[in-house]
């Protein structure tokens, strides 16, 4: 709740900022001339992310070790992890057309973690003792490669469809010194296809508000595979001038998955800032 009061606040300053120079300088504009910052080939952004975290994954051995059950571990309260972290972000857009986009997110997050063990963990068929210290990394690459149609386009708005293929790739890695001293580790990887819808409405010619949706979701086959994952994403824009921009937004993840013996819960969310670019 919190960080949507946070965006809201933020939007509505982007709003108020950039609407009085808007409008004491505006002119009537020809009818087909689109917004500001709509007219480009190519659009770059960087910024920030600042998410809250909640994970938890569960690994069941392998091999020789076939049949041990994995304890459910949370990264933030078993593992020691930070619920909320400052992560990049990068966003590439090539826009060879009008209503055609090709689309590039990525957003490297790692997470390190170092507690004292507090129940018995089993994870990858090895028992972590309770009592004995641990130390942890997550690291989680999420990549979007995307085909954005807008089926609607006119001068202030437009709505769309977008197809992707996220890459995923996320692993896991504990170590205690023991006695006796064990590192394992588990990861899971795949391209998830998804697809979802965007829209942008321009409140004045230079302020504009978007929001995008895409999933993907694997029912549950006979109780050893399952998949989803959710993306989120709600932001203004002020563009400064037609090259340049400046951003606010509210992001959420959630991707989880079920394969086997073993599964995985990640979800982040909170607001980013961001710079864009255009050509």
Not at 149 to 171: H, N, Q, R
């Amino acid at each position: 709740m919190k960080s949507t009061q946070q965006l809201s606040a933020i939007c509505t300053l982007l709003v108020f900022s950039a609407a009085a120079p808007a409008f004491a300088q505006y002119k009537p504009r020809p009818v087909n001339d689109p917004a500001t910052g709509e007219s480009y080939h190519i659009e770059a952004s960087a910024g920030l992310w600042f998410p809250n975290a909640d994970m938890t994954v569960t690994s069941a051995g392998t091999g020789a070790l076939s049949g041990l059950n994995g304890s459910t571990i949370g990264a933030q309260t078993d593992l020691g992890m930070p619920d909320s972290k400052t992560l990049p972000v990068l966003t590439l857009t090539l826009r060879p057309a009008k209503n055609h986009k090709f689309r590039l997110n990525f957003v490297p997050i790692q997470f390190e973690g170092t507690a004292t063990i507090t129940r018995n963990l089993d994870f990858n068929g090895q028992r972590y003792r309770l009592g004995l210290p641990v130390t942890s990394t997550l690291d989680w690459t999420s990549a979007r490669f995307g085909y954005e149609y807008d089926f609607l386009s006119k001068p202030s708005w437009f709505a769309g469809f977008i197809l992707e293929a996220k890459y995923t790739d996320v692993s896991v890695n504990l170590a205690t010194p023991g006695p006796p001293a064990i590192t394992e580790f588990d990861r899971a990887r795949a391209p998830i296809p998804a697809l979802g819808f965007i829209g942008r409405y321009y409140v004045v010619p230079n302020v504009a508000i978007s929001g995008e949706f895409t999933a993907f979701k694997l029912p549950n086959v006979q109780d050893r595979y399952s998949g989803h994952y959710f993306d989120y994403d709600f932001y203004g824009t002020f563009n400064v001038i037609e090259y340049f921009g400046l951003q606010a937004g509210y992001r959420r993840l959630d991707f989880g998955y079920l394969a086997k013996e073993d599964s995985g819960s990640f979800v982040m969310k909170g607001i980013y800032l961001a710079a864009v670019v255009r050509y």
